[in-house]
């Protein structure tokens, strides 16, 4: 099984800061890799497949980058909406997803 | 394009689950399905997947044993069962479109684009 690891679990940061949130697999995961924006009480919103292509309807502030093994999302100007848990999701192999993270805002 | 999941339900310990799915919008046989679950204040777990155009499934080891995924072309329905509930079984469960065409695509998995609302099962005797 691929292990998906998220870093960190939670972060605190103010409007209009520069963001990131990385994510480790266990093995290569040819950039099969997505990130999912999750509100409480909330289904998970497509934000970013295949690593780095940005799903249609999605800010521009959000993107992602990496491959092989290490991805990051980043969100360029945090804005107030984006308080919400982070997750990335592996499909190379079957699929899992990391832990999670909790970002909020000061 | 939508996915609309049936109610919650409230099972005893031991007992099996059903819920639906009902996508609309799309053709049903051209995008995977998957499940995914989410315990209370917990994370995102996979259960597994369905091709609605043969049926075919696919389900990691964890689930294996107790996970069931089926579909109904007529209505453009997945169902998944789970059966021998126990209490962390307790969580809310979504179905998800892959945004992969299975025509395009063939086998390769994608990410997921289009989510139910949510099912709460609760586990209690």
């Known amino acids: 099984d691929i292990q998906m690891t998220q870093s960190p679990s939670t972060l605190s940061a103010s409007v209009g800061d520069r963001v990131t949130i990385t994510c480790r697999a266990s093995?290569?995961?040819?950039?099969?890799l997505a990130w999912y924006q999750q509100k409480p009480g909330k289904a998970p919103k497509l934000l970013i497949y295949?690593?780095?292509s940005l799903e249609s309807g999605v800010p521009s502030r959000f993107s992602g980058s990496g491959s092989g093994r290490e991805f990051t999302l980043t969100i360029s100007s945090l804005q107030p909406d984006d308080s919400a848990t982070y997750y990335c999701?592996?499909?190379?192999?079957?699929?899992?997803f990391g832990q999670g993270t909790k970002l909020e805002i000061k | 394009v939508q996915l609309v999941q049936s109610g919650a339900e409230v099972k005893k310990p031991g007992a099996s689950v059903k819920v639906s799915c009902k996508a609309s919008?799309?053709?049903?046989?051209?995008?995977?399905i998957h499940w995914v679950r989410q315990a209370p204040g917990q994370g995102l777990e996979w259960m597994g997947i369905?091709?609605?155009?043969?049926?075919?499934?696919s389900y990691p080891q964890q689930f294996q044993d107790r996970v069931t995924m089926t579909r109904d072309t007529s209505t453009s329905t997945v169902y998944v069962e789970l059966s021998s509930l126990r209490s962390e079984d307790t969580a809310v469960y979504y179905c998800?479109?892959?945004?992969?065409?299975?025509?395009?695509?063939?086998?390769?998995?994608?990410?997921?684009?289009?989510w139910g609302q949510g099912t709460l099962v609760t586990v209690s005797s």
């Open positions: 998800a479109r892959d945004r992969g065409d299975i025509e395009v695509v063939g086998a390769a998995y994608d990410a997921l684009d289009i």
């Open positions: 919008g799309y053709t049903f046989t051209r995008y995977y």
């Open positions: 369905i091709n609605p155009s043969g049926g075919s499934t």
């Open positions: 093995q290569n995961i040819n950039n099969w």
């Open positions: 295949r690593a780095s």
């Open positions: 999701q592996q499909y190379d192999d079957y699929s899992s």
